[in-house]
Each structure stands twice: as structure tokens, then as C-alpha cells.
């Protein structure tokens, strides 16, 4: 039996990328952290977990073990569980960066590191979803995008190692998906935040986190994930996008022009 591995299944692209696998033919077992928008479906094992538990990411490993008792192949391990929480650096409580890591980095390491014995066994592929925010930080996201860019340089070195096992580990990088996570940003407290940063954080969440929601369409984003993760040569990294192209020429932007557009585009002069 072909079996795949997800996690952050409540909505969003987990939840398309699951039903994407299951219409193909895979027994899936999802990870979910409040939601299990699969109840009672029968190709379908739900777990409950949280990344910044270590007793749960032991147990979800565990019911993953048990699920390839019978013979199944693991064919895919793909990390897609995060979080997206910020603010401006000066006032960030040092909380939330735990918070992201744990979920976003120290998490997902330590459930890999569980699981990585039965991709060995298969030959299978490890998938992580990150993040274009892991090549190109904008202001006000710090926490989330350190994590981000600390999965690049993670899934490289990962990468070298396992490739003499035959294991492909594929970075997913979108950009501007229309998915739940920055729903959840906008809710997040930011009443610590110094009242000289107000007005450009109100235009960051207009201009970014707001406008993330006319991206692609999850299910759009999913169905051109699942067709680039199981094609017989899957490059090391993808850039999920409306416009692949545009946000591939964003990478190569100068700094210091950068720097000049971020500026412009959040209205970051703070009173001066």
C-alpha cells in the first residue's frame, strides 16, 4: 500500500494536499492541531499534535510506525504544519520567537529525525514546506522568517546525507498563497508594539498579510505541489506562486533596492 505523511492537515494546503493523495490512491495518515476535517474516512489515520509538545511528536511518530506494520510503503513525508507570528523586533516578546521555532524549526526536526528510518526503509521523499519568506525577509516578520531561512540552509545539509540512500528532500517555497496562516497573523495580539511603529505595521498587514488572501488558491498551490514532489526527478527546490517567474526575479533584487522598495511599500519612515 503507497502511504503519505502529513502534517497541519486542518485547512489550508495540508488539507488539499491530502485529499490530492487520497483520490490517488494513498493511505494517509494527517496531523492536525484543532480541526480534523476527515472524521470517519477510512484511508485516513488523524492524529492530534503539537509541534511544542516532544510527548506528542513521539506519539504521532509512533501511530506512523504502527500505520507500516502491515507492509505499506512510506512514499512521502511532507512537513507542512507552521505558524506565521511577528511584530517589530524592538518589542517582540522573546515568547513568540520560542513559540515559531518550536512549531516551525525544533519540531519538525525532531519528528523527522523519528520518522526518517521508515523513508530509509522505502526510499521514500521528505518534503518540507517553507517559504520565498525564507529567501526574502520583509520587516515585521522576523521570528517567522529566521525560522524560514534556518529550514534552507536545514533541508541542504539534510539533503547531501540522505541522498546515498536514495531519498529525495524537496523544499517547497510559496509565495503568496491564499491559505489560512495569514488569517491567523492578522488576529495575533500586537499591543506590545511601540506606538512609533503603529501606522507601518497597519500598512505591512494591508499590503502583505491582507493581500496574501488574492494569492493562488490552496487547492491550485496543492495540486502543482503533488505533480512537482512525485515527478521522477524532483529538483531540490520550488517556488509555489501565481507568477513563478516574478517572484524568482525578486530573489535577485539588490539589497539596497530592496531595502528602498520595503520602505516605500510600508510607509516605514516612523514620524521622520
Known sequence: MKCAVITGCDSGIGESLCRIFTANGYAVIISY?????????????????????ENQIESFAATVRRALEDGSRLDYFINNAGVALGGPFENIPLEIYRTVFEVNFFGLVSLTQK??????????????????AGRIALPFLSPYTASKF?????????????NPFGIRTILIE?????????????EQDSSFSDEKY??????????????GNSGMNTDRAASQIFRLITSKRPKARYIIAKNR????????IPNGVLDAIVARLFSMYYGN
Open 115 to 132: 520518522i526518517i528510518p521508515c523513508l530509509i526503509k522505502s526510499r521514500g521523499r521528505l518534503v518540507v514546506n517553507g517559504s520565498l
Open 150 to 162: 534556518a529550514l534552507e540552509g536545514w533541508c541542504d545539509s539534510v539533503r547531501r546525507e540522505l
Open 198 to 211: 503603529v501606522a507601518s505595521l497597519q500598512k505591512f498587514r494591508d499590503n502583505f498579510i491582507a493581500g
Open 174 to 186: 510559496p509565495a503568496g498563497i491564499a491559505t489560512p496562516i495569514w488569517n491567523k497573523a492578522l
Open 245 to 252: 517567474l516574478m517572484s524568482f526575479l525578486e530573489i535577485l
Open 33 to 53: 492541531l484543532e480541526r480534523n476535517p476527515f472524521e470517519g474516512m477510512s484511508n485516513i489515520i488523524a492524529q492530534k499534535l503539537d509541534l511544542r509538545h
